[in-house]
């Protein structure tokens, strides 16, 4: 029996002062443990649908249900919360923090999360950096790391929450096939190891390394 962790029941989306729907009617669900990856030609809406999923923007029209809860109902404050304890993002360009560590990047999501106490964060940073294999580099800058080592750390931010969903949006966009081969050996792992996974690729090839495949076209999702 899969758990269902999200129902989106005909969402649309418009930008503000836009014509148009970017998003109209998508209607899905996503289960506990699914790996999905979206796919799409350019401006096909891919990204704006993560960035709902993601509780960055909201739905004009339809609802959005996560671990229950109908995000479509809630205050600013609730969403905030939700999305910084249950979503782990992760970029094309990283968005590391610049100025910060990479122990410090990496922590930054549970400063924002009131259930995890201070003196367990070293733990759980030291455990996400472990996952990626760059628990030697906890001391240095961004900079000071390859793009590939750049995207690890952005994967330790991303799980070290232990987020219910985990959200990539073209994750590889900025690599060379060996770090991307890399990033996706990762993500398989997340996977088996029971994450829930949405994806967005231009890559059919890692797109096949998903459970599933959706196509977007034009603001809806096609099978
Ligand atoms: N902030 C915005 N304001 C207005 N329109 C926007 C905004 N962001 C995106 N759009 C429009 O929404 C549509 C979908 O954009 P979106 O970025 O979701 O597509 P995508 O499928 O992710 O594209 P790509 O593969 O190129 O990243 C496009 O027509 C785009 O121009």
Request: glycine share 6%; proline share 6%.
């Given at each position: 029996m899969n758990a269902k962790l999200i129902t989106v029941n005909n969402l649309s989306f418009r930008y503000p002062k836009?014509?148009?729907?970017?998003?109209?009617g998508v209607s899905f669900e996503v289960n506990k443990g699914d790996y999905i990856a979206i796919v799409g030609t350019s401006g096909s809406g891919k990204s704006t649908l993560l960035s709902i999923l993601g509780l960055l923007n909201k739905p004009t029209t339809g609802s959005y249900q996560i671990l229950g809860t109908?995000?479509?109902?809630?205050?600013n404050n609730s969403l905030s919360l939700l999305k910084n304890n249950e979503i782990g993002f992760i970029f094309q360009n990283f968005?590391?923090?610049?100025?910060?560590?990479v122990y410090d990047n990496v922590a930054l999501p549970l400063t924002y999360?009131?259930?995890?106490?201070?003196?367990?964060y070293k733990e759980k940073v030291y455990k996400a950096l472990a996952y990626v294999n760059m628990?030697?580099?906890?001391?240095?800058?961004?900079?000071?790391?390859?793009g590939g080592q750049q995207q690890r750390i952005a994967i330790a931010r991303a799980l070290v929450n232990e987020p219910s969903l985990i959200l990539a949006d073209?994750?590889?966009?900025?690599?060379?096939s060996s770090n991307s081969q890399q990033v996706f050996e990762l993500l398989g792992r997340l996977n088996n190891d029971g994450n829930t996974i949405c994806l967005i690729t231009h890559d059919m090839e890692y797109a096949k390394k998903a459970q599933q495949q959706w196509i977007m076209s034009d603001g809806q999702l096609v099978t």
């Open positions: 836009a014509e148009n729907d970017t998003l109209k109908n995000t479509t109902k809630l205050t968005n590391l923090l610049s100025q910060l560590t999360n009131p259930l995890i106490k201070r003196g367990d628990e030697d580099y906890g001391k240095r800058l961004p900079e000071q790391l390859s073209e994750p590889t966009g900025n690599l060379d």
